[in-house]
């Protein structure tokens, strides 16, 4: 197996990235990515790292359409997310859930309530189905049942993260893009997420894109490592693949101790 | 992938069978919802034509199987174990906070919560009040050290500066305002002379400075509540405090300064742009020229009406600035608050200037300016 970004002609990805290019600055002159590829297998879990500035949120924010890129193309489930009107956006938008660094649940309404939005917004249920949808949502991402009528000021950092994520999983969604999920959690909290993201993934079928400064999310959970680096994604592949590159970056981040002691554990 | 949907077995026959075929998932949810509720129960459900099955569609057959004692025939492995995981994950929760007691109790429990609730504001606003005289008095006793000139400067400009266009703009057309229906109703009289004491005595005792503490109160109030709550939210004023660095010293005191020495000056301004517009008014409809106008004016309005004018408002400034910044230190927890504790600042602040109107007026007439 290679370390290329991109998968081997005829194998089926998710997320297909071909040559974007995303720019900031009134003449364009900052440049975050630059040619970049990166294709996501069905059913993986991507851990995608890079150092602070290289562009992983804005990665993300490409792929999910929240920032239009300069050039090149991004394909998810099939569907070019390029020049597309709403309708058809909409449609797409579906079929994933986020997660975002801070968890961006809307603070006037309860847990409960936050995971009804999107049921609200694409389907027409009863009242009482929504509410036992949310609650079994609320349980799968491992809160407890009375954080259902809370509102998110009233929750710690961990619940945050964990309303967010039954959120996100509200529409039963194909592909899960998770920001820094582990970011403010302490280990052991941190820990007891990977294992949900990991046993959510095996059970609900799910295709997992993972932003993360976590060595110890990485090793734990992810199947393919992607590196950003140089303004691209530079390899991709399993940390002993990666291991085996001498690119400096690569090297330094799962050379470095904390990457030494994250292997060991 | 088609979607078949499902069909309804034999429902005519009553063999009381549903039988599930196509997608299972959460697009077909409320249809398949309803299909089962008319089924009788103790139903077997046939999940032998599935074809895909997501959570929704396993928590809709679980239910079934829960409360309906339904039996479930042909399910292969992967829905078995969708099945099972939403049977784990059944926890009911509520969806939002418990509501105690009925219709009339409630009511009146949550007028005494409001009671409560502007009692114990007022209080919060004394105390703030004197923290601030506190924090007034220790800069005093050291100014060139813990008086923060660039902030003071700054509020000055965004108070003071940025404020003359639209209180200007405004004061001018009251001033027309005034002029037309003075005009308009002395005329009947015959005493259309008078319109220009009129503009004289109201603008210049009362409305130039209720009017600009109305505007600041708008403008700045709301501005100085919604940047210290937000700061509270992000921890800034905890980052200062540990830092050593008084919050009132350096967020509100250059606040207040600002507000209570520019309202006597923003006040004196509206007086003049309002007496300008009546003047511009008085002079095309009635045909009174500006230099009889300013002759009249002087010999109708007492100086004395000036003095109350500019007495009452730094009181204003100061109150406005208070209250700004008394709410925007309350804010707590998410970004709504900012909002509510926003409007309140002005809502209060408002009031509590035409209280203080109200005061000033019966005070001055009563040691007789009048």
């Known amino acids: 197996m290679s370390t290329s970004p991109t998968l081997p002609e005829g194998e089926k990805a998710v997320i297909c990235i071909r040559g974007l290019r995303n720019a900031f600055g009134e003449e364009r002159e900052q440049v975050i990515h630059?040619?970049?590829?990166?294709?996501?297998?069905?059913?993986?879990?991507?851990?995608?790292?890079?150092?602070?500035?290289?562009?992983?949120s804005v990665l993300m924010r490409s792929i999910i359409g929240l920032q239009t890129p300069e050039s090149g193309e991004v394909e998810v489930l099939g569907e070019s997310m390029i020049g597309r009107d709403e309708d058809e956006a909409k449609n797409i938008r579906r079929r994933w859930g986020i997660l975002f660094q801070n968890g961006a649940l809307f603070s006037t309404l309860t847990v409960a309530e936050n995971v009804e939005v999107p049921l609200r917004e694409y389907f027409h249920l009863t009242p009482k189905l929504m509410d036992e949808i949310a609650s079994y949502k609320i349980a799968m991402a491992g809160l407890p049942p009375d954080a259902g009528p809370k509102y998110p000021s009233e929750l710690s950092g961990g619940m945050v993260k964990r309303a967010g994520l039954a959120r996100a999983l509200a529409l039963d969604p194909e592909l899960l893009f998770l920001d820094e999920p582990t970011a403010g959690l302490d280990p052991i909290a941190a820990q007891n997420f990977d294992e949900l993201i990991l046993s959510l993934r095996d059970k609900l079928d799910l295709t997992v894109f993972l932003i993360t400064h976590d060595l110890d999310t990485l090793y734990a959970i992810c199947d393919r490592v992607a590196v950003l680096a140089d303004?691209?994604?530079?390899?991709?592949?399993?940390?002993?693949?990666?291991?085996?590159?001498?690119?400096p970056w690569i090297q330094e981040y799962f050379n470095g101790p904390r990457g030494r002691a994250a292997a060991a554990a | 992938m088609a979607t078949r949907g499902y069909r309804k077995g034999d429902e005519q026959s009553g063999d009381g069978i549903y039988r599930c075929v196509g997608n299972l998932t959460i697009s077909r949810a409320a249809t398949t919802e309803r299909e089962i509720d008319l089924m009788p129960d103790g139903m077997t459900i046939d999940l032998s034509g599935v074809e895909k099955m997501d959570t929704v569609g396993a928590w809709l057959v679980y239910r079934a199987v829960r409360d309906r004692g339904a039996r479930v025939e042909g399910a292969s492995e992967d829905v078995a174990g969708l099945l099972e995981q939403v049977k784990q994950a059944d926890k009911p929760v509520r969806v939002v906070p418990e509501q105690e007691g009925g219709g009339f109790k409630r009511t009146v429990g949550e007028l005494g919560e409001y009671i409560v609730d502007a009692g114990q504001t007022f209080h919060g606003l004394l105390n703030f009040f004197g923290a601030t005289l506190i924090g007034f008095w220790n800069v005093f006793k050291r100014p060139t050290q813990r008086l923060r000139w660039n902030a003071v400067v700054q509020r000055f400009d965004l108070v003071g500066v940025r404020a003359l266009g639209i209180i200007g703009l405004m004061s001018f057309l009251i001033g027309v305002v005034i002029g037309q229906q003075g005009a308009v109703q002395l005329r009947q009289f015959g005493a259309e002379i008078y319109t220009i004491n009129l503009i004289g005595r109201i603008t210049v005792r009362e409305l130039g400075t209720l009017m600009t503490a109305i505007m600041v109160a708008g403008r700045s109030g709301s501005a100085f509540a919604a940047q210290l709550g937000t700061m509270k939210?992000?921890?800034?004023?905890?980052?200062?405090?540990?830092?050593?660095?008084?919050?009132?010293?350096?967020?509100?005191?250059?606040?207040?300064?600002a507000a209570i020495i520019m309202m006597p000056l923003l006040s004196f301004y509206a007086m003049i742009m309002t007496i300008i517009g009546g003047g511009i008014y008085v002079w095309l409809d009635l045909g009174i020229p500006p230099l009889t106008f300013v002759q009249r004016l002087q010999e109708v309005t007492p100086l004395t009406d000036l003095?109350?004018?500019?007495?009452?408002?730094?009181?204003?400034?100061?109150?406005?600035?208070?209250?700004?910044?008394?709410?925007?230190?309350?804010?707590?927890?998410?970004?709504?608050?900012?909002?509510?504790?926003t409007t309140a600042a002005v809502v209060q602040a408002i009031f509590l200037v035409i209280v203080l109107d109200a005061v000033f007026a019966v005070f001055f007439s009563s040691v007789g300016w009048v």
Do not use: Y
């Not at chain 1, 970049?36 to 069905?42: E, H, N, S, T």
């Not at chain 2, 939210?233 to 300064?257: F, H, K, Q, W, Y």
């Not at chain 2, 204003?316 to 707590?332: D, S, T």
């Open chain 1, 231 to 247: 303004k691209k994604v530079v390899a991709c592949g399993t940390i002993e693949q990666l291991l085996a590159l001498d690119h």
């Open chain 2, 233 to 257: 939210l992000t921890e800034e004023i905890d980052a200062m405090r540990t830092i050593g660095v008084s919050p009132v010293e350096a967020l509100v005191i250059p606040r207040m300064m």
């Open chain 1, 34 to 56: 630059e040619g970049l590829d990166l294709d996501v297998k069905r059913g993986e879990i991507l851990g995608v790292v890079g150092g602070s500035g290289t562009g992983k």
């Open chain 2, 307 to 341: 003095w109350i004018g500019l007495i009452k408002a730094p009181v204003f400034g100061f109150i406005i600035a208070l209250v700004g910044c008394f709410q925007g230190m309350l804010v707590e927890g998410d970004a709504e608050q900012v909002g509510l504790k």
